[in-house]
T-cell receptor, first 115, second 109 residues
Framework: GAGVSQSPRYKVAKRGQDVALRCDPI?????LFWYQQALGQGPEFLTY????????KSGLPSDRFFAERPEGSVSTLKIQRTQQEDSAVYLC?????????????FGPGTRLTVT | GQNIDQPTEMTATEGAIVQINCTYQ??????LFWYQQHAGEAPTFLSY??LDGLEEKGRFSSFLSRSKGYSYLLLKELQMKDSASYLC??????????WGAGTKLIIKP
């Protein structure tokens, strides 16, 4: 069956540009998570959706970061006025139950490079 | 603050056994996960412990001691394809996953 997909897989942006990263979770999964992963580090939590509701956005590093999941399925992470420190892999994960009660299934990630 | 500690890198020989340790200090505890991540790929789920003791799944086993804030992942009969990073993650009282930096496991023939 289809897993979590993300697009684009790679994105190069010039400093100051806006970017939009897409996540297609597993069909029927209630929970959706966004993480940021720097090289050689574990994922860092950014934000969590339960269906269309964004229940936790405590990990978003600044107000330049914005996420939405308007119909409770596909989600988009938008970064405005990108900075070099935004360069990282952005991982999306989905889970069947609310609140991450069960294991999370990860997409392949989007590698963002800001030049 | 919340903290997950695991060794940065380990080396083992094909066919041998390796134990990867993880210690944690978190705001509450609602389970511990181990994930495997090959370079450039997404993390994939290996195991989940919420009660003390050993969970066995094929060549992989995971142990948890909540009183000690300690877990380990045991890999037996190592294969070259087991070369990857192994991530320990704890679910805190808010059901948020707190991740360790991962242990890079290098398997030598």
């Amino acid at each position: 069956g289809a897993g979590v997909s993300q697009s684009p897989r790679y994105k190069v942006a010039k400093r100051g540009q806006d970017v939009a990263l897409r996540c297609d979770p597993i069909s029927g999964h209630v929970s959706l998570f966004w993480y940021q992963q720097a090289l050689g580090q574990g994922p860092e939590f950014l934000t969590y959706f339960q269906n269309e509701a964004q229940l936790d956005k405590s990990g978003l590093p600044s107000d330049r970061f914005f996420a939405e999941r308007p119909e409770g399925s596909v989600s988009t992470l938008k970064i405005q006025r990108t900075q070099q420190e935004d360069s990282a892999v952005y991982l999306c994960a989905s889970s069947l139950a609310p609140g991450g009660m069960y294991e999370q299934y990860f997409g392949p990630g989007t590698r963002l490079t800001v030049t | 603050g919340q903290n997950i500690d695991q060794p940065t890198e380990m080396t083992a020989t094909e066919g041998a056994i390796v134990q990867i340790n993880c210690t944690y200090q978190t705001s509450g505890f609602n389970g511990l996960f181990w994930y495997q991540q090959h370079a450039g790929e997404a993390p994939t789920f290996l195991s989940y412990n919420v009660l003390d003791g050993l969970e066995e799944k094929g060549r992989f086993s995971s142990f948890l001691s909540r009183s000690k804030g300690y877990s380990y992942l045991l890999l037996k009969e190592l294969q070259m394809k087991d070369s990857a990073s192994y991530l320990c993650a704890v679910r805190d009282r808010n059901y948020q996953l707190i991740w360790g930096a991962g242990t890079k496991l290098i398997i030598k023939p």
